[in-house]
């Protein structure tokens, strides 16, 4: 029974191991694939003072006529009595001032609105070039995440084929071979619920019949969601994934990236840690490999 038990205690390292460096990539996945991606920054369109030609036509005849009335009368009372003379000379004066204001109200655009394009791509220049210095310095980072995220997929690979070492001993039965699985079996030996795996009285049977009841979650996408409810019937599991979800926080930090060297440099090497602590820990499992067989 206690061989088993410790080979039971083994694999569910393994499995949570397993777990932590999958977890581990997919976030770093992620996160590696967000950067370096230059923004789509719209250039401004061209501001155009002909939006408010209607206006400055408006403006210069209101104007014109207002003076053209004005030079009107001034020049019927100098004139007397020549009324329509006194139109003509009132109506040619108010359409070249009218002009003349057009003129000037039309160069008041032209200006504000070249000043307008100016301030627009002078912010639309620094957009882009701020964008470009985010890329440069994402790129450099990418470049970095990306060998330790090559660091972590040969580390999984290595520690796949441990377990699949433990595995071949045939002490657990194919159906069984998962985290759930392990860590409900290692339960029920740590707390002598079990003392074998088949049988009557095995794991396998209470196991199943727990499953089949709904008193346990087998499926590790719902244990994953639904944490909190497996917390006392499945404490072992818990226990697991909480503690592997906790390192994988603590080998990305997802929600604290940091572009920064210093920092990007710490979270590597913990990451670096981590992998020599699972490369020595595999070692010792294919060691008491050695041990089960016998």
Known sequence: MENLKNYLRDVLELEKTVYTLNQTLNRMDCYIKSLGIARNIQQPAQCSPRETFSNIIGIGLGCGAGAGVVIGLIVAIIIDGHAWDAMGI????????????????????????????????????????????????????????LQ??????????????????????????????????????????????????????????????????????????????????????????????????????????????????????ARNSEIIAYNTAVTARNTEFLKWMEFFKG
Do not use: W
Not at 92 to 105: D, H, N, T
Not at 192 to 219: F, H, S, V
Not at 225 to 252: F, G, H, P
């Open 90 to 145: 009132g109506l040619l004066s108010g359409l070249v001032l009218g002009a003349i204001v057009c003129m000037i109200i039309d160069e008041h655009y032209e200006s504000e609105a070249a000043q307008k394009d100016q301030d627009l791509l002078e912010v639309y220049s620094d957009q882009v070039a701020q964008d470009q210095e985010r890329v440069t310095l994402e790129q450099s980072t990418k470049d970095q995440a």
């Open 148 to 265: 330790y995220y090559n660091l972590i997929r040969d580390q999984l690979t290595s520690t796949q084929q441990v377990l699949s070492k433990l595995y071949s001993l045939n002490y657990v039965d194919p159906e069984y071979r998962d985290i759930v699985a392990i860590a409900s079996f290692y339960h029920y030996f740590e707390t002598e619920i079990c003392d074998t795996l088949k049988g009557p009285n095995g794991a396998y049977k209470l196991y199943r019949a727990e499953r089949n009841q709904n008193i346990i979650i087998t499926q590790l996408n719902k244990v994953i969601t639904q944490l909190e409810e497996i917390k006392y019937n499945q404490s072992m599991l818990y226990d697991a994934i909480t503690e592997s979800n906790r390192k994988v926080d603590q080998l990305t930090q997802i929600s604290q990236m940091s572009l920064d060297y210093s920092y990007a440099t």
